[in-house]
């Protein structure tokens, strides 16, 4: 929760020369990077426009909707200019910053009203609808760890705050719900990167509640990286990196698109799978008996573009391979990623560098079960050729499971086995009440050596000469160290006292003794430091027209246990329930909160930091009790998983996202059958570490899901 003062400009880089600034190797011309707007002097000043633009994939011509981004220094007021430096893909942007960077966006709402099929804009809740109906935008900022401030008179910006609607200019609602905050006038987001944020792979997209999958599959959304590989991950600053945003979108025969996605749209296996590149046909679903509500799309194409661009030709030709930053930006489906070889039909094998920004790097003593569990399913570790066990051992695998929002960094080794391959995901069937994902080629990917000499074969296998496998560094225990974000005494920066400081610190200054923060060499006033704690204070407030629990800490051993289901008087919608539980597994009476849709005049978990502001960590026990997956996602930090018989309780992974498994056929949805122990499902326990103060959300990460009400507000204030 740091806030700082705009210092400089940006600049844009619109060819592929420019996608990894820290990169001393010229990457490949052909392959399809995002343009990218790069930070200078600690600053990211953008004009950011959501607007309809047209676009071309698979012989469709629909209207998808795009950021439309330019400079500040380069906008005519509140417009960019037609020329190179302007971008506007439908694949998204990139972002690059740095730690400790200003990210400054002034957004713009263009975009058209809602259209007829987002069911959440047209339901039986006549304030939903009417607040939706002009389709409002805003920004979340997925995975960095910054403040979710909302604006006040003393400072009119927002941070990573979702509780903002922005309407194009005439358009707003005659009502809101009571946690929104509603503007028919640019959003100005004002939002500082703590200078130890880890460095890694995030991204940016709208967070409407209700229509935050429609506008992902429309394509709103890009890219954003911290620092460089090369921070996590010797040698990398020699090896190529590029970027692999998968969008997927629906278009119907009339080249209209598809706002709500279908699963059933088309085959998930069909007998033609082989020619399934980059897209599949439409089926016609409306006799279908087991889809009473099925439509035709016979003559309509589901399309997957890798940064925009459907099947696009790659190739990994330099002897030191190549990095891959993947991102998975679609509304609901999961991918289930497999490089196949084009001759044996085999799985190549990569290794897995990062998972969700931060730095994969098991701790010693950690086996391939435990990889497995840390991950929860993401990663199916298997052995790495040539390679020992300890310290910082690589993690690789045969494929890699991404539900929407995950992200992920492989090292693509040299081949010299395989002349080529294809990227592709395999059918992923997420439960017997859920969807069935299709089956598609990605990409063609073909391998050789731009040097002349010869390739190498995957990890350790015979060649003719030898190869350095990249080592990660690891860098996520640091974040949880007593100096790391999410283990140093939160921070805060307010008008007139400076930068980067604990209210411990300014403490120890106010009263005349040392301290080691340069901005505290001369001790606060006691206007300053009134100042602070008026403001650390002013965050804590809640808002006004919510009701809010009593905000204490967990109690030692208590955990909270958050369900995953249906509300049991509407089995049609998504909801969460909750429980405390205490330290000899009993649920604390009066605690309870039934499975229920997302309530925007409630708030669900208040929690305040530790004593002296310290970053707290509690432990949640996830439950899904519904007849499919379902993905959680925790705004404003990370978690890990705890792994049983794990060295350090957990496999080193720290994430922003797991899927939850279900319980089959015998989960209903309700509680009530897990508790008489007919819904048999293993839960997930993961740690959490709070270091934000303010409010957030945490949420299932399928938009289908996430729209129709599996979201819950949270709240954590600064320590009494």
């Known amino acids: 929760m740091i806030r700082k003062i705009l210092l400089g400009m940006g600049l844009l880089c619109l060819f592929a020369s420019c996608s990894d600034v820290h990169n001393s190797s010229s990457p490949q011309a052909s392959f399809p990077d995002p343009p990218a707007f790069t930070s200078a002097n600690g600053v990211l000043d953008l004009l950011m426009i959501a607007e309809p633009s047209p676009v071309t994939l698979g012989g469709f011509k629909p209207t998808a909707w795009v950021f439309q981004v330019c400079e500040i220094a380069d906008a005519q007021g509140d417009q960019c200019p037609a020329d190179p430096r302007t971008a506007a893909p439908y694949g998204g942007v990139r972002l690059q910053l740095m730690p400790g960077d200003h990210l400054r966006i002034r957004l713009i709402n263009h975009l058209p009203p809602v259209p007829d099929d987002a069911e959440n804009a047209h339901g039986n809740d006549p304030m939903m609808n009417e607040m939706l109906a002009a389709n409002p935008v805003n920004i979340h900022t997925h995975g960095l760890i910054v403040e979710p401030r909302k604006a006040d008179a003393s400072d009119p910006t927002y941070g990573d705050y979702v509780y903002v609607l922005g309407y194009p200019s005439g358009k707003m609602p005659s009502m809101v719900m009571a946690d929104e905050t509603a503007t028919d006038?640019?959003?100005?987001?004002?939002?500082?990167?703590?200078?130890?944020?880890?460095?890694?792979?995030?991204?940016?997209?709208?967070?409407?509640?209700?229509?935050?999958?429609?506008?992902?599959?429309e394509g709103l959304s890009g890219l954003i990286t911290i620092g460089a590989v090369s921070d996590y991950v010797q040698s990398a600053a020699t090896i190529p990196v590029h970027y692999i945003a998968l969008k997927d979108m629906q278009v119907l025969p009339s080249g209209e698109v598809q706002d709500q996605e279908d699963a059933a749209y088309c085959n998930q296996d069909p007998d033609d799978g082989d020619n399934r590149e980059g897209a599949c046909d439409g089926e016609d679903r409306s006799n279908d008996p087991d889809d009473p509500e099925g439509s035709n799309y016979t003559g309509g194409r589901w399309l997957f573009t890798i940064n925009g661009q459907v099947y696009p030709s790659l190739s990994v030709t330099e002897s030191t391979g190549q990095?891959?930053?993947?991102?998975?930006?679609?509304?609901?489906?999961?991918?289930?990623?497999?490089?196949?070889?084009?001759?044996?039909?085999?799985?190549?094998?990569?290794?897995?560098?990062?998972?969700?920004?931060?730095?994969?790097a098991p701790p010693a003593g950690s086996d391939l079960a435990h990889i497995r569990a840390a991950t929860a399913g993401k990663v199916e570790a298997v052995a790495c050729s040539g390679s020992s066990s300890g310290a910082n051992a690589p993690v690789c695998a045969n494929h890699l499971v991404m539900y929407p929002s995950a992200r992920a960094e492989i090292w693509i080794a040299p081949q010299s086995g395989s002349s080529s391959a294809t990227l592709i995901t395999k059918g992923v069937n997420t439960g017997p009440i859920g969807d069935s994902w299709p089956s598609i080629k990605l990409s063609h990917v073909s391998f050789g050596s731009s040097t002349g000499t010869s390739a190498i074969h995957l990890f350790g296998q015979a060649s003719s000469r030898s190869i350095s496998r990249p080592q990660v560094r690891a860098v996520g225990r640091n974040l949880l160290s007593s100096t790391g974000l999410l283990g140093a005494p939160v921070t805060a920066s307010f008008n007139g006292v400076g930068p980067d400081v604990s209210l411990r610190d300014a403490q120890a200054a106010a009263a005349g003794k040392s301290s080691s923060v340069p901005a505290l060499q001369h001790p606060l006033t006691a206007q300053q430091m009134h100042t602070m704690h008026m403001e650390m204070a002013e965050l804590s407030k809640p808002v006004k027209s919510l009701a809010s629990p009593a905000c204490?800490?967990?109690?030692?051993?208590?955990?909270?246990?958050?369900?995953?289901?249906?509300?049991?008087?509407?089995?049609?919608?998504?909801?969460?329930?909750?429980?405390?539980?205490?330290?000899?597994?009993?649920?604390?009476?009066?605690?309870?909160?039934?499975?229920?849709?997302f309530d925007p005049n409630s708030i669900n978990v208040c929690l305040p930091l530790a004593p002296g502001n310290q970053p707290v960590t509690e432990e949640w026990e996830l439950v899904n009790v519904a007849g499919e997956v379902h993905n959680f996602h925790m705004h404003q930090t990370k978690f890990y998983v705890e792994s049983d018989n794990a060295p350090q309780g957990d496999g080193g992974a720290l994430m922003d996202n797991v899927p939850l498994p279900t319980g089959g056929t015998n989960c209903d949805g309700s509680v009530a059958l897990w508790r008489l122990g007919t819904c048999k499902v293993p839960t997930v326990r993961v740690?959490?570490?709070?270091?934000?103060?303010?409010?957030?959300?945490?949420?299932?990460?399928?938009?289908?899901?996430q729209d129709g009400g599996m979201m819950a507000h949270i709240r954590v204030i600064a320590s009494r």
């Open 552 to 597: 204490t800490a967990l109690p030692s051993g208590h955990r909270r246990r958050i369900f995953f289901g249906v509300p049991p008087w509407n089995p049609d919608q998504f909801g969460l329930g909750y429980e405390e539980v205490d330290e000899n597994d009993n649920p604390v009476a009066g605690t309870y909160q039934e499975i229920s849709p």
């Open 323 to 360: 990095i891959w930053r993947l991102l998975n930006t679609g509304p609901t489906r999961a991918y289930d990623l497999v490089l196949q070889d084009d001759q044996t039909k085999a799985p190549l094998q990569f290794q897995v560098l990062s998972l969700d920004g931060v730095a994969l």
């Open 687 to 705: 740690k959490i570490p709070f270091a934000e103060v303010g409010d957030f959300v945490y949420h299932c990460h399928i938009g289908e899901h």
């Open 185 to 217: 006038q640019p959003i100005q987001y004002d939002i500082y990167i703590p200078p130890n944020h880890p460095s890694g792979i995030f991204w940016f997209h709208p967070h409407v509640h209700g229509l935050g999958g429609n506008q992902l599959s």
